[in-house]
């Protein structure tokens, strides 16, 4: 099969959370420069409509619904609201997340009061966990069923590699919100295989986003991260694009319950 086959999305519906920057517009572009209909779900209105804006400037087929992802109701009214333009729904991107704070090391390798577990905020942890993790099993909640109904679909999470290691730079609270992440696209690929329904992730390393305030657009702040990869870089949200294409199209039709690394080897520990 040729490779514009195995990769064909065209004329796909999709669906983006959290769409309007960084990783998730990233997914959203990719897709809707290669044929398909998407949909862009965030909170904020004005950067979704930049977003949309954006995409549409270059000929692509897209739509945004603003929602919150922790809000049930909310994302609930986002995805109907998609099937009843589309009249279904081939793949989602459950996307949205934010940073939990320092980790308990600085990028000098010294010791952070503000990571170190008694100093963590319970306010900080309940949004994180309700953006990062709850948000997931909402998403998969609300989606399984069209997708049951219509007879399969594909569920993409962007997990991280914080899912199964360890970490000293990033927080702890993060850590654990991915790692239960990890756990569900598992579960739930299990539960849903036999529906026809894909559930896999996309388990970057650090990105240069707006997350954490976008303090990984700064050089100095990505220094200790570059140094800790053997490619000695850390990922951009075009460097995902790949990874969305392969896990959306018919090239991983029997790929399912994996998360698939992008980090510049930094899971494999520092290099020259």
Request: net charge negative.
């Amino acid at each position: 099969m040729k490779a514009q086959q195995l990769f064909d999305v065209s004329g796909q519906v999709v669906a983006v959370t959290g769409a309007a920057s960084g990783i998730g517009f990233a997914y959203a572009e990719v897709m809707a420069v290669n044929g398909a209909q998407v949909s862009l779900i965030d909170r904020d209105p004005q950067a979704l409509a930049d977003a949309v804006a954006r995409l549409e400037a270059g000929g692509a087929r897209v739509h945004g619904e603003v929602a919150d992802v922790t809000e049930a109701d909310s994302l609930r009214q986002a995805f109907a609201a998609i099937v009843e333009r589309h009249g279904r729904l081939d793949t989602v991107f459950a996307n949205a997340g934010i940073s939990g704070g320092p980790g308990f090391l600085n990028g000098a390798g010294e010791r952070n009061p503000a990571g170190a577990i008694e100093n963590l905020s319970l306010e900080v942890w309940d949004r994180v966990i309700a953006t990062n993790t709850t948000s997931v099993f909402l998403t998969l909640q609300i989606v399984a069923p069209y997708m049951k109904k219509q007879g399969g679909g594909r569920i993409v999470v962007t997990s991280s590699i914080s899912a199964s290691k360890t970490e000293t730079l990033v927080s702890s609270i993060y850590a654990t919100s991915k790692a239960a992440v990890g756990y569900m696209v598992r579960q739930f690929a299990h539960e849903l295989a036999t529906y026809g329904i894909t559930v896999n992730a996309i388990a970057p390393g650090p990105v240069i986003t707006n997350i954490g305030g976008g303090r990984l657009k700064s050089a100095d702040a990505r220094q200790p991260f570059e140094r800790a990869a053997p490619m000695h870089r850390i990922a951009t949200p075009a460097d995902l694009q790949g990874a969305a294409l392969f896990l959306a199209s018919p090239a991983s039709s029997l790929v399912t319950g994996i998360q698939i690394v992008v980090d510049g080897g930094t899971t494999l520990g520092p290099a020259d």
